[in-house]
């Protein structure tokens, strides 16, 4: 079955220190991988993807995300981190399983925390 | 920059109730979902929508649910008999076409039935 998992419930980062919000997926065929961050009271904002092509993918607010095909990862990460950057990170893989039209499968989140 | 909008942001209503939640995705997209999230546990696809059509469902999308693009900008999302557990947030997103593959997602509705 496919899925996706975010082993960490919450990350704490000090303001200016770099992050990294973990996933790893399990699917068939290439994966086609994305992250989104939820502020309280919102929806779901898109921040970047993997498709193909360069295992470094950039993304919106400095964000970015590194494919590990070996790893089966997609780890989310940033040089230096804001406090505005406290929310909640949702890794989502594209459902490949037959019939599908694109639906996204999602992590439980990771809550990130960044302290002045 | 073009948004995904949903209403009404909170719908309170009583169990047995036939409740509408209604989406306006980006113009010119042509794929159209509904996940929902229940507080504190993952976001769950519900349905996906093409060509005026469902495409695909989960399993928890039953009979008592049901959608529509009755006039080419909405997409209504309707749930015929609440229950408890259908209280929950329930997303629309929507997406460019076949090779655009990330999803836009609105603010969401917070369905609470009593």
């Known amino acids: 079955a496919q899925s996706v998992a975010q082993p960490e419930d919450q990350v704490n980062v000090a303001e200016g220190n770099p992050l990294t919000v973990k996933c790893t997926y399990s699917?068939?065929?290439?994966?086609?991988l994305f992250w989104y961050v939820q502020y309280p009271n919102r929806g779901l904002q898109f921040l970047l993807k993997?498709?193909?092509?360069?295992?470094l993918v950039k993304g919106s607010y400095g964000f970015e995300a590194e494919f590990n095909k070996s790893q089966t990862s997609f780890h989310l990460k940033k040089p230096s981190a804001l406090v505005s950057d406290s929310a909640l990170y949702f890794c989502a893989v594209r459902d490949r399983s037959g019939g599908s039209q694109g639906n996204l499968i999602f992590g439980k989140g990771t809550k990130l925390s960044v302290k002045p | 920059e073009p948004e995904v909008t949903q209403t009404p942001s909170h719908q309170v209503t009583q169990m047995g109730q036939e409740v509408i939640l209604r989406c306006v995705p980006i113009s010119n997209h042509l794929y159209f979902y509904w996940y929902r999230q229940i507080l504190g546990q993952k976001v769950e696809f519900l349905v996906s929508?093409?060509?005026?059509?469902?495409?695909?469902k989960s399993e928890i999308f039953d009979d008592q649910f049901s959608v529509e693009r009755p006039d080419g900008s909405n997409f209504t999302l309707k749930i015929r008999s609440t229950k408890l557990e259908d209280s929950a947030m329930y997303f629309c997103a929507s997406r460019g076409g076949l090779a655009a593959y990330e999803q836009y997602f609105g603010p969401g509705t917070r369905l609470t039935v009593t």
């Open positions: 929508f093409y060509n005026n059509e469902i495409s695909e």
């Open positions: 993997y498709i193909t092509g360069d295992n």
């Open positions: 699917v068939s065929g290439n994966p086609y």
